[in-house]
């Protein structure tokens, strides 16, 4: 009824306390009323009580210590992280000069859907690279499960020596590859490399190597381990 997503934890607006109340009184049932708002029928059976008690729909007043920060705090933390997307809470904490906690900034960050994730790094990727991609996933639209499994994949990957520290950054869940919250991933030369292969049977062999690869040397890996892998995994038959 109010585009609340089911089995959210959320608090109740004034607006869905009163929907449940009335809904109420034109007899649907408790179980009716919380599938219709995603909530959960104890809260529907304490509003309806709530109402017939003291015919309020308002929180009642809470106990426990007050909440260290102020509105305009609350709204200054906000605006910083949003200009400052790598800024972590006691970074706000220190810069903003706030006599809370960073646990304190952590958690109004939190209020209006702002988590610390780590940073994910884009790759360099051209135009030319994306248009081929997109024409693989088109061209292979229509294989099935059988015909994937009688693919061998092979691929190699760099291992570096140098520093490969975390980045964090604070945004909203499911926005990760946003461009405002990546870091640029530089292609990266030397050190060495491992060529591998697998197929959905498991992995097949592996070579380490060092500097270029050119094409005698990529002919030599896969003529040795690309094809001993292929008829270990399918002695005969097409591949």
Same mark, same amino acid.
């Given at each position: 009824m109010f585009g609340r997503p089911s089995g959210c934890i959320d608090q109740l607006t004034t607006v869905e306390r009163a929907a449940i109340v009335t809904l109420h009184g034109v007899g649907w049932t408790g179980r009716a009323i919380a599938e219709e708002l995603h909530c959960d029928e104890r809260t529907v059976t304490r509003w309806v009580q709530r109402w017939q008690e003291t015919r309020s729909l308002e929180d009642s007043e809470r106990s426990g210590r007050p909440r260290c920060t102020t509105d305009d705090t609350d709204q200054q933390i906000g605006l910083y992280s949003a200009s400052h @997307? %790598?800024?972590?809470?006691?970074? $706000?904490?220190?810069?903003? %000069?706030?006599p809370t906690s960073a646990r304190t900034v952590r958690r109004r960050l939190c209020e209006i859907d702002l988590h610390t994730f780590v940073r994910r790094r %884009? @790759? &360099?990727?051209?135009?030319?690279?994306l248009r081929?991609? $997109?024409?693989? &996933? %088109?061209g292979y639209a229509h294989w099935t499960e059988a015909d994937w499994s009688r693919v061998l994949w092979s691929? @190699?990957?760099?291992?570096?020596l140098d520093c490969q520290s975390r980045e964090y950054v604070v945004r909203p869940p499911g926005h990760a590859c946003d461009e405002e919250y990546l870091e640029p991933q530089e292609r990266l030369q030397g050190a060495m490399w491992l060529w591998g292969c697998f197929c959905a049977e498991g992995l097949g062999h592996a070579e380490l190597y060092e500097g270029t690869l050119n094409a005698v040397q990529y002919q030599r890996i896969l003529s040795l381990n690309l094809v001993k892998s292929a008829h270990t995994f399918w002695p005969s038959g097409q591949w």
């Open positions: @997307h %790598e800024a972590l809470p006691r970074d $706000i904490q220190r810069e903003l %000069e706030l %884009e @790759h &360099a990727f051209t135009a030319e690279d081929r991609r $997109i024409s693989f &996933a %088109e691929d @190699h990957t760099l291992f570096t």
